[in-house]
């Protein structure tokens, strides 16, 4: 078991994290890198991922970006082989990349958007996990997270399509865990609640919804990118040695609040 003072500790460690330019993502990689872990920012875009590489850097963190398409499996083999080559290995991979084109009833959803839906928020992570578990299995274990959402634990009205992606990733979160377990590698998730973001930002920016929220939630507040990179942090160090197959609601206290 390491100390107190290494417990949340990632040093020497190599964290891939897609969806890392903004929000979420943005958090958590600086968040990795500030407790030093080499952290490989990926998103679609490739300034807005060397924006934040410029940032891990000037706080004395290491970092290298890489653009990718989560969609096409070519393009995250791309993404692992990128990060093996540039730093050797990988010790942590944080699933955050997410797609949510449709606001509705589901009867009403296009195939295609539902198709996007269930691509990009399940079979993406699928691919990259395993992708990534071989070379995590060489290095004596490492740690898989999903960024999932609260919207998997109920109905939610406009987002069933979204809902039902984040409720499957729960269920992959745990069969990767009993999968991975005996190569030492644990699968862990993260349920937000609304958090500050630009992918959420047409619910908080309503202030009907918004003071709803408020004044549903526990804490009396929705959250911020950081309250979830502490958590992540968590779940990527030695700290949660012994979790794995769990994914930890990160909302406030919205969902207890009936």
Known sequence: MPNNKSF????????????????????????????????????????????????????????????????????????????????????????????????????????????????????????????VSPHMSKRNGGSILIVSSIAGLKGSPGLGAYAVSKAADMQLIRNLAIELGDKRIKVNGIAPGLIKTDFAKALWENSKIRSHYEEKTALKRIGDPDDIAGVALFLASGASSYVTGQTIVADGGITING
Do not use: M, Q
């Open 8 to 131: 949340f500790r990632l040093d020497n460690k190599v964290a891939v994290i897609t969806g890392a330019s903004r929000g979420i993502g943005r958090s958590i990689a600086i968040a990795y890198a500030r407790y030093g872990a080499k952290v490989i920012v990926s998103s679609r875009k490739i300034d807005v991922c060397e924006e934040v590489v410029n940032e891990i850097r000037s706080i004395g963190g290491e970092a290298t970006a890489t653009a990718g398409n989560r969609s096409e499996k070519s393009s995250l083999e791309e993404l692992v082989d990128v990060s093996v080559s540039t730093y050797g290995g990988i010790d942590i991979l944080v699933c955050n990349a997410a797609s949510n084109p449709f606001y509705g009833e589901l009867k009403d959803i296009p195939d295609e958007a539902f198709e996007k839906v269930l691509k990009n928020n399940i079979l993406s992570n699928h691919w990259l996990s395993a992708l």
